[in-house]
């Protein structure tokens, strides 16, 4: 029968990005003086899988380029070439080039066969650097048969014989569950596929198979081989296999599964649902007589307790370590510092900090501004290192941590830092407000602002001042803020700040008149109700209240909001202590309800951007509560605006 190969396509694209990051990973940290030799065959290994795999579903332009790719890497793991940094130069670029063509295959934007020609052509001609005479040197015949497909029961080194240089020593080294994984992700749905021929007329002269000989004859294969010839090659479409149903692997083994994220999400919409129903039985049921109802009552007690460790395990699925992304940053300031001419190291710390896949995904672009900038504007030129007592090799360190129900990323660097008359002499040229008298946190967030630069010449890497306006739109996007501290000579860290999820938060309710509202818990310090000695006004700034020697000025909450009917005398109401960007505010409310775990729904996207809400849920009763942004409410006092209904 005949089985359409398309249905794994994704899960190559797949694994074929993961071999591709690792391998990139795994390059950045060779030592090209003193290569250590189990990294050289993780690499070798990665190619040889992605070659592999790209072969039998008949993508023979990555099968090409991680043919060349692996001849070179082969030399080297043999002792035949000596690494140079211009090879591992190529393989970055070679890798570069396989994410293109893999963007390519899934209908991205399309590769430029160009490239690829070269590519080829740069690693071939490392490669030959005093290469021996081989067999496979000389291009084959265009009229090579295909090798016959090889049995998926039979042992992984025969399978590889199909693609795989003259070196059996090659596939033999690579462990089966490291190099073929992806055969053994598909294995239980189909035979492994006769591989079709590539173009006799392909980048390199030669069709890809038809340059490999056929894997040696075992007792096995000559059993199982047809006494017919192989098909001619042809455009792959869907390549024949056998039909069989194979036995459950003896052991353990990997027991994960591949789930997409639309699925993922879905299900945790439905489970946010779950937990508004429960919440609204939860109230129902606080109006019965727990006596006679005492069965109804522990019933939904325990409902409740389920429902939230399904929540959170539910939640715990979408949570990615944020490795995934730092892991691309090593690249980043590789390339960066070899175009600026600096030393530069990254260090990285907590990379095993989890977070949400849709924040991963969006922080991704942030950070590497942040990166960039510090790499331009921070990291000074080895001379001028030097000459100011310092080492010439700058660092950057990118670490990440959990505070609170949020995540902090921060990226420090032990540059020239912030130069705060310059920023300021650049904000007054721009016609932006400043003044002299600006504490430097608020000097330094001017960087944010659109098309600021403190770059006398722009180059590919900065001068426009287009990027760090988008880095704090972004963050700002995400529910997130970003502060900067910087001394100058000694260096900048800037930190971002971001909720640990998008889907629901820890809150706490609060009544002003007939509205209730939800406080993310993770900004509140206290609350308290404040007698009349506390309540000050200073230096014409009316509403301060005074908590422990601190003054704090006060946010009435139904001025905010125009709300009436509602508890103006401010000895009368609740105060409840809130801290973010550093600052403290009290906001006035009439009453606390309580602690709820709420489900997050944009009101943005369902109504419009209300200025001080950042979203809205659906309390147990049924109504509809407003989720305050307490950075603008903070912002409102700290700014010592009038506060508008």
């Known amino acids: 029968m005949t089985t359409d190969m398309t249905q794994f396509y994704q899960v190559f694209f797949e694994e074929t990005?993961?071999?591709?990051?690792?391998?990139?990973?795994?390059?950045?940290?060779?030592?090209v003086h003193q290569p250590d030799a189990e990294q050289l065959n993780a690499i070798f290994r990665a190619a040889h899988s992605i070659k592999g795999s790209a072969g039998t579903f008949g993508f023979t332009d990555l099968a090409q380029v991680t043919h060349v790719l692996e001849n070179l890497l082969d030399r080297i793991r043999k002792g035949e070439l000596t690494l140079r940094e211009n090879m591992i130069d190529a393989f970055l670029d070679a890798g570069d080039i396989l994410k293109t063509l893999l963007a390519a295959h899934r209908g991205e934007a399309p590769a430029d066969p160009n490239a690829v020609?070269?590519?080829?052509?740069?690693?071939?001609?490392?490669?030959?650097?005093?290469?021996?005479?081989?067999?496979?040197?000389?291009?084959?015949?265009?009229?090579?048969?295909?090798?016959?497909?090889?049995?998926?029961?039979?042992?992984?080194?025969?399978?590889?014989?199909?693609?795989?240089?003259?070196?059996?020593?090659?596939?033999?080294?690579?462990?089966?569950?490291?190099?073929y994984g992806f055969f053994e992700a598909v294995g239980d749905a189909a035979e492994t596929a006769a591989a079709p021929a590539a173009s006799a007329s392909?980048?390199?002269?030669?069709?890809?198979?038809?340059?490999?000989?056929?894997?040696?004859?075992?007792?096995?294969?000559?059993?199982?081989?047809?006494?017919?010839?192989?098909?001619?090659?042809?455009?792959?479409?869907?390549?024949?296999?056998?039909?069989?149903?194979?036995?459950?692997?003896?052991?353990?083994?990997?027991?994960?599964?591949?789930?997409?994220?639309?699925?993922?999400d879905q299900l945790i919409n439905l489970i946010g649902e779950l937990v508004i129903t429960q919440a609204m039985l939860a109230q129902s049921a606080?109006?019965?007589?727990?006596?006679?109802?005492?069965?109804?009552?522990?019933?939904?007690?325990?409902?409740?307790?389920?429902?939230?460790?399904?929540?959170e395990t539910v939640m715990s699925i979408r949570m990615m370590p944020i490795s995934v992304v730092f892991s691309r940053f090593p690249r980043v300031v590789r390339d960066t510092s070899q175009k600026l001419g600096k030393q530069v190291e990254l260090k990285t710390i907590g990379e095993g900090t989890e977070l949400d896949k849709g924040l991963i995904e969006r922080i991704s672009d942030p950070l590497t501004h942040l990166i960039r900038n510090s790499l331009d504007h921070g990291i000074e030129m080895p001379e001028q290192r030097i000459a100011a007592g310092k080492q010439?090799?700058?660092?950057?360190?990118?670490?990440?941590?959990?505070?609170?129900?949020n995540i902090v990323i921060e990226v420090g660097d032990d540059g020239a830092?912030?130069?705060?008359?310059?920023?300021l002499a650049k904000a007054k040229e721009r016609?932006?407000?400043?003044?002299?008298?600006?504490?430097?946190?608020?000097?330094?967030?001017?960087?944010?602002?659109?098309?600021?630069?403190?770059?006398?010449?722009?180059?590919?890497?900065?001068?426009?001042?287009?990027?760090?306006?988008?880095?704090?739109?972004?963050?700002?996007?995400?529910?997130?803020?970003?502060?900067?501290?910087?001394?100058?000579?000694?260096?900048?860290?800037?930190?971002?700040?971001?909720?640990?999820?998008?889907?629901?938060l820890d809150g706490m309710s609060v009544g002003v008149?007939?509205?209730?509202?939800?406080?993310?818990?993770?900004?509140?310090i206290e609350s308290l109700q404040a007698s009349k000695s506390m309540i000050k006004s200073i230096s014409g700034v009316e509403r301060l209240i005074q908590v422990r020697g601190e003054y704090l000025p006060v946010v009435p909450l139904y001025e905010v909001f125009g709300i009436p009917q509602s508890i103006r005398a401010l000895d009368e109401g609740i105060m409840v202590v809130l801290e973010s960007d550093g600052a403290k505010v009290a906001l006035f409310v009439d009453a606390l309800i309580g602690q709820h775990q709420v489900v997050i729904k944009s009101l943005e996207a369902n109504y419009r951007k209300v200025p001080g809400v950042s979203g809205a849920t659906i309390m147990g009763d049924g109504h509809v509560a407003m989720i305050l942004d307490v950075s603008a409410l903070v912002g409102m006092a700290k700014n010592v605006m009038p506060v508008a209904a």
Not at 289 to 297: A, G, K, M, S
Not at 459 to 467: D, I, M
């Open 431 to 504: 016609g932006l407000p400043h003044a002299d008298s600006m504490p430097d946190s608020e000097v330094w967030l001017l960087i944010f602002e659109a098309g600021f630069s403190t770059a006398d010449v722009v180059t590919e890497v900065s001068g426009r001042g287009v990027g760090m306006d988008v880095v704090k739109r972004n963050i700002t996007g995400m529910g997130g803020r970003v502060e900067i501290e910087s001394m100058l000579g000694v260096g900048t860290r800037m930190t971002v700040r971001l909720p640990l999820t998008l889907a629901i």
């Open 17 to 31: 990005a993961e071999h591709l990051s690792g391998m990139e990973s795994m390059l950045l940290e060779l030592d």
């Open 117 to 179: 020609a070269a590519i080829c052509a740069r690693l071939r001609e490392l490669t030959s650097d005093a290469a021996p005479t081989s067999p496979d040197a000389a291009p084959p015949s265009p009229a090579s048969p295909v090798p016959a497909a090889a049995p998926a029961t039979q042992a992984p080194e025969t399978a590889y014989g199909l693609f795989d240089d003259p070196a059996p020593a090659s596939a033999a080294a690579a462990p089966a569950d490291e190099s």
């Open 202 to 264: 392909d980048g390199d002269g030669y069709g890809f198979f038809t340059d490999l000989p056929a894997p040696a004859p075992t007792a096995a294969s000559e059993a199982a081989a047809a006494p017919t010839e192989a098909a001619p090659a042809k455009e792959a479409s869907s390549p024949l296999v056998t039909d069989r149903r194979a036995a459950p692997r003896a052991g353990g083994g990997d027991t994960s599964i591949r789930v997409g994220v639309e699925k993922v």
């Open 286 to 311: 606080s109006e019965v007589d727990p006596v006679i109802f005492e069965r109804l009552l522990t019933g939904l007690g325990q409902l409740e307790r389920n429902t939230r460790d399904i929540q």
């Open 392 to 405: 010439a090799t700058g660092t950057i360190t990118l670490k990440a941590s959990h505070q609170s129900g």
């Open 417 to 423: 830092g912030l130069n705060r008359a310059r920023i």
């Open 513 to 524: 008149g007939r509205e209730t509202y939800i406080i993310p818990i993770g900004y509140v």
